[in-house]
């Protein structure tokens, strides 16, 4: 009787795992740790899950208009996922923006960097890590930043560019460079800063980062990227983003 009455159970389970789907998913470096957690949640509740590739938004966007599988894009920016709905290569009507990002100025040296930023007006650095700003909507911010504070001609001889944002961080982690423009998402833990000090930059400095997600042709049919689509814009996830400092 006990074994009869565990039979129901089983059978769900295994239809759901019969059912379950994966999609690949291109997301923005910026946005790596926040997916992870977010796969989590769309397993358990669906079973659905996630085949994750990390970069700069302008080289998965590349790799999109050249044929690369993948079922959705988490971008850094808007242009990029607008530009593929033109291009026939979204689902016209799906794109959204799944956050706002911020810019701070971080270093792990706990004493480096003030709550003003002014450490960017000293001799106290030789290196100043910023994202490529032909790849990585970051790095745009970042030289806009530098540009509005004057500061251009004074830094041009310390910048140091990673290719996303991402192997910016990796600069300023390994002290290739003592300081970086960064995403407050690669610096917080739980809300709060994981370790260094850091400079959150006035977002009068730098033109909104809205970052928008875009359903592809190819997975317009897969379960699990519509579903993640979806998800997306759940309330609970929502503050989960917030929690990595984003806007919503």
Do not use: C
């Not at 009787?1 to 239809?15: D, E, K, T, V």
């Not at 960097?113 to 450490?119: C, E, I, K, L, N």
């Not at 290196?127 to 500061?151: C, M, Q, R, S």
């Amino acid at each position: 009787m006990f074994a009869r009455s565990l039979l129901p159970a089983w059978l769900f389970f295994m239809a759901g795992a019969l059912h379950a789907a994966e999609a690949q998913v291109a997301v923005a470096a910026n946005f790596a740790e926040p997916i992870k957690a977010i796969a989590a949640v769309l397993e358990k509740t669906t079973g659905h899950t996630l085949k994750i590739t990390v970069g700069s938004t302008g080289r998965l966007y590349a790799q999109i208009r050249n044929g690369a599988p993948f079922d959705v894009l988490l971008a850094a920016d808007a242009k990029a996922p607008a530009q593929l709905e033109a291009d026939g290569l979204a689902q016209p009507g799906s794109r959204f923006t799944y956050a706002s990002g911020k810019l701070v100025l971080w270093s792990t040296d706990a004493a480096k960097v003030d709550a003003q930023g002014t450490v960017l007006r000293t001799d106290g650095f030789r290196k100043l890590a910023v994202a490529n700003p032909k790849t990585a909507p970051y790095g745009v911010a970042a030289l806009e930043v530098i540009d509005k504070l004057g500061l251009s001609a004074v830094l041009a001889p310390k910048l140091v560019q990673g290719e996303s944002i991402g192997q910016t961080y990796n600069f300023a982690f390994t002290g290739n460079a003592e300081i970086a423009f960064v995403a407050m998402s690669q610096v917080l833990d739980g809300g709060r800063l994981k370790s260094g000090s850091m400079w959150v930059v006035p977002q009068t400095l730098y033109a909104p980062i809205k970052q928008d997600a875009v359903l592809l042709k190819r997975g317009a049919n897969n379960e699990a990227a519509v579903a993640l689509m979806k998800l997306l814009k759940s309330p609970n996830i929502k503050d989960l983003i917030r929690s990595y400092g984003y806007d919503i």
